[in-house]
């Protein structure tokens, strides 16, 4: 089962909405951010070819026999956060339309990583046609049947997996005006990295890459950075956040927060509780409003335990 669990902040009172969709368990908080959670099909994939036998020389396994290729249907989920400056036009059209534009790729879905890449530098093109001038950050992930992410990102908002013993996988880096590739960048094709408060494209924005945002480019570019990682056993988490969080905690703290907010002992064995797990987005947002972060949030927290499991069973029940 999917669980996803939406808060928004209005004039200081909450709302809380709560869906449920099937193939994996996801909590979600927002406040004033857009976000996109989203099937996209099942895809099939090449699984490494089996051995009929095989038998141990030593430390060497010597396979023997036909070998043959499997090919397994599995569900495609796409989780997005934009995080809108300047206006909501660009998050929201993102969030609107970007899944199409992944869909109409020819690389759909043989190569989700250059997809999603073309698909954000596409849907850029198409927004800045608009005429209108704000922008977003896109932090965006592809997950094949619970085993295998795909992350594309523009901005500083940020992916993390989260594993067993609370230590972290990082799928993206902070897209900052600061950063030395960043500042050469930016500097090589003309524009100015000045630092007003925090450094900033021509002095205005603080992020160097995003969607839209026409006045200031070439200097800000959509083109994001794409990671692929293979999910192992104790991979628990994914988590999506825009960066209203990771202004004050680090990954690892994140990563406890998640932990501490989703799972009990059981048995004497740490295990995922869904009566837990679906406050863990919600409990790292009021986290880091805690820590002093006084910027909106939008959070995603995927268990990564449950997802492509048919067989996953929920105590909970909305």
């Known amino acids: 089962m999917l669980y996803i669990e939406f808060m928004r902040d209005f004039d200081g009172f909450d709302c809380g909405l709560t869906k449920r969709l099937d193939d994996s368990h996801v909590a979600g908080c927002i406040c004033s951010i857009r976000y996109v959670i989203e099937d996209l099909d099942a895809v099939q994939v090449e699984v490494s070819p089996v051995a009929v036998g095989s038998h141990t020389e030593g430390s060497v396994e010597v396979t023997f026999g036909p070998r043959r290729s499997r090919r397994l249907t599995m569900p495609l989920t796409f989780f997005g956060v934009f995080d809108g400056h300047g206006g909501e036009k660009a998050a929201q059209y993102c969030a609107d339309w970007?899944?199409?534009?992944?869909?109409?790729?020819?690389?759909?879905?043989?190569?989700?990583?250059?997809?999603?890449?073309?698909?954000?530098?596409s849907?850029?093109?198409d927004f800045v046609g608009t005429g209108y001038p704000d922008g977003t950050t896109a932090c965006t992930v592809s997950l094949v049947g619970g085993r295998r992410i795909i992350c594309a990102n523009a901005g500083d908002s940020r992916a993390i997996v989260v594993r067993k013993d609370g230590s972290v996988v990082r799928l993206s880096r902070d897209h900052k005006p600061g950063m030395p590739d960043e500042t050469r960048r930016i500097s090589e094709l003309g524009g100015r990295v000045i630092y007003w408060g925090r450094w900033r494209v021509e002095g205005l924005l603080a992020v160097s890459r995003s969607i839209g945002d026409a006045s200031l480019k070439p200097y800000i570019t959509a083109e994001p950075e794409v990671c692929e990682y293979d999910v192992g056993k104790d991979d628990w988490f994914l988590v999506l956040s825009s960066d209203g969080v990771w202004d004050v905690m680090d990954n690892e703290e994140a990563?406890?927060?998640?932990?501490?907010?989703?799972?009990?002992?059981?048995?004497?064995?740490?295990?995922?509780?869904?009566?837990?797990?679906?406050?863990?987005?919600?409990?790292?947002t009021e986290h880091a409003r805690s820590c002093g972060s006084t910027d909106n949030f939008s959070v995603i927290v995927v268990d990564l335990k449950s997802c492509g499991n048919p067989k996953s069973q929920s105590r909970y029940e909305p």
Do not use: Q
């Open 98 to 121: 970007l899944t199409a534009y992944i869909r109409n790729e020819d690389s759909y879905p043989y190569d989700l990583g250059y997809a999603m890449k073309n698909a954000i530098t």
């Open 123 to 125: 849907i850029d093109d």
């Open 255 to 284: 990563a406890h927060v998640v932990i501490a907010s989703s799972c009990a002992m059981e048995n004497g064995k740490l295990k995922i509780d869904p009566n837990r797990f679906k406050w863990a987005a919600r409990n790292l």
